[in-house]
Every structure is written in C-alpha cells, then in structure tokens.
C-alpha cells in the first residue's frame, strides 16, 4: 500500500461510495502524494476512512456528501470537486446494494430500488463523468460490474440484472470514449467476501477487497479495459454460457 501508481493519469482520485471496503483499498494503492477525495452520505463520519489514507501518503484527504440516488446532484457535485481542486485523474465507482432478493421478487419498488442504485445512478453519473473527462482530455474511470451480470441467475436476478445492464452500458461507453484520452475500466469481480455479504455463504473462488483492489491497479497502469477478479472467473463463466437453462436455475447465488 501507498506504492506510487506513476501511470495512472494525473489530478484527484475520487471515490464515490468512501465507505467501500474495495473501494477504499483500490485508493489507498495510488494514494501517495495525491489530493484524494471520499464522496459518501454521512461524509462528516468518515474519520477512519480519511486516516487510513492519512497513513498511505495522501498530499489532502476531503470528503463530501453524496447520494448516489440523488440523481440531479451528481452534476454540481462534480463541477464543485473540479473547481476546488482542479481536474480527475481516477474516478472510482464504488456504491451499491445488493438488496433483499426475496422482497424484491414480492414488492416491485424494492426492486426498482435495486435497479436506481445500481443502474440508473450508475449510469447518470457515469455519463456526467465521460462529459467532464472528455473536456478535459484525460482521466481514468473505474466501473464495478460483476459475474452476477455475466449469466443472470433465478437466485439473484435483480441484482444480477442491474449488473448486467450496467455491464453492456459501461461496455458501450468505454468503446464510445476510444480514442478521446480517456480510459474506461469495466471489473467484472466474483463473490467479494466482506461488509456486503457479511453472514452469507462464500461462493467458490471468492476473493476479499484487497485482491480485487490489486487487479484494478494493476489494470489501471496497463489500460486494460476488462479484468476479472479473480482471473479464473473468465474461462469458468465464458464457459458457463453454455450450461442448460434448466441446470442453470437451479444455482445459489
């Protein structure tokens, strides 16, 4: 932790969801002698998160409020963060929910509220972020998508299919943002063990935050446009396409 990350592009880093377990681990990697900003609700509780970066060298830790399903404050929340200290280099999109599958599949707005947090307020500030980036001419996004979106499972589908329509958007968005300066990275990650999945059962090949934080690094510097956490996950669910639908139903989360 708080190795330089020299290639990663130049300005803050910033987190939006500044309590993300991975999140927090991805930054404290490239957080030596940068201006990093949390962006959370209860942003004024956040004094553990801003002395672990503290301690990976930051040059200035700010944190600021953000409601990730407060979809028209995205924008002035960005232009805030530019005009006080000065142009992204990292943004890294960390919020989300899992939510409660069985309620879900009973009342449609706890689905729709899965669906607003880990799709539509993905996507609005996603596209608010490629618009700011591109004025500027560089900078790096982080997207979150997951193997629960590659094959949507009967389990999880809500989840999953918010993980999917953030998967193909985000795919889309990278291919629209070729060649412009700005360089998308789209994580597909398996069963993440930690706060989110605290009293769940471990899927097999799961990983913990700061695996995945040493995959997203490592595919930062490269400009690599997808990487799979863990690795393994690739071959088994390009593999997985072709189970039947009527075995593939039967899974667990």
Known sequence: MGMRARDVDEGAIVLLGGRSEIGLEIVER???????????????DLADERAALDRAGAA?????????DDLPSHQPLLDKLT??????????LAFGVLGDQERAEQDPAAAVAVLQTDFLAQVNILTTLATLLRAQGSGQLVVFSSVAGFRVRRANYVYGSGKAGLDGFATGLADALHGTGIHLLLVRSGFVIGRMTEGMEPAPFSVRPGQVADVVVAALRSRREIAWAPAMMRPIYFAVRFLPRSVWRRLPR
């Open 83 to 92: 005009a006080e200290h000065g142009r992204i280099g990292v943004a890294v």
């Open 30 to 44: 490239m957080a030596r002698d940068r201006v990093v900003i949390l962006a959370a609700r209860r942003s004024a």
């Open 60 to 68: 200035a830790v700010h944190s600021v409020e953000f409601d990730a």
